[in-house]
């Protein structure tokens, strides 16, 4: 974790458009998941949901999905003000991206497991089905499609463990920061060393006050 700058700036300035570009995501999939349930009847059927799922289990899927989302929000929002308040702000979006990156593996053996509002192989290509008006894709459009999905979800896993990877940076070097900004605080008092009992006995006469004689 040595070293304070990325590719282009310094890690708490990567790190903060990270977590405002992060927010901005979070926020508008959240809007779209409250458009959805509020504007259709038959939103429980929602991409990322399975059609076999009762209503109670698709409204506990959209509300836990909600509460990911307005956790991973206040993560975000949370590292700008990491600078003023230290670096235990930027702790719970290293967090957070950790999650995000085991959901996102975890969603390669089941779909259930996916990101909120991330639609995942298998709606995807329902939702081409659904473009096209076809009910099966022939084997160049799976091919195809696969490829693309694939090439799509590894830069996207790439990604998030270079957020993750900086914003780790970030978290080290705000503490170090902390930690010198302590350290100085610490240099500059004062401390006077008084002579031991032995050492005030052996000064010399000059050392003492000049006695007092009278005129």
């Given amino acids: ?56 289990q698709r409204l ?13 929000s206040i993560s975000a929002v949370l590292v700008l003000f990491s600078k003023r308040k230290g670096p235990m702000f930027v ?16 969603s390669l053996f089941d779909g259930a497991w996916g990101l909120p509002g991330t639609p995942s192989y298998r709606d995807m290509l329902q939702a081409i089905k659904c473009q096209k008006r076809v009910d099966r894709l022939n084997e160049e459009e799976i091919g195809h499609f696969t490829m693309w999905y694939s090439v799509l979800f590894m830069m996207d896993i790439l990604l998030k463990v270079y957020i993750l990877h900086v914003s780790m940076r970030c978290f080290y070097a705000l503490k170090a920061e902390r930690m010198a900004a302590v350290a100085v605080d610490t240099g500059n008092t004062v401390t006077v060393k008084l002579p031991s009992y032995n ?17």
């Fill in 199 to 215: 050492e005030a006995v052996k000064m010399k006469a000059e050392d003492t006050p000049p006695s007092y004689h009278e005129a």
């Fill in 1 to 56: 974790m040595s070293g304070t700058r990325t590719l282009f700036c310094h890690v708490t300035t990567a790190t903060l458009s990270f977590a405002i570009l992060y927010l901005i995501g979070n926020v508008l999939k959240l809007a779209g998941i409250i458009l959805l349930v509020s504007l259709d009847k038959e939103a429980f059927s929602v991409p990322y949901h399975e059609s076999k799922a009762t209503r109670g």
């Fill in 60 to 72: 506990f899927d959209i509300s836990t999905n909600i509460l990911m989302l307005v956790m991973m």
């Fill in 91 to 106: 702790l719970p979006f290293v967090l957070m991206m950790f999650v995000e990156l085991s959901l996102s593996f975890l």
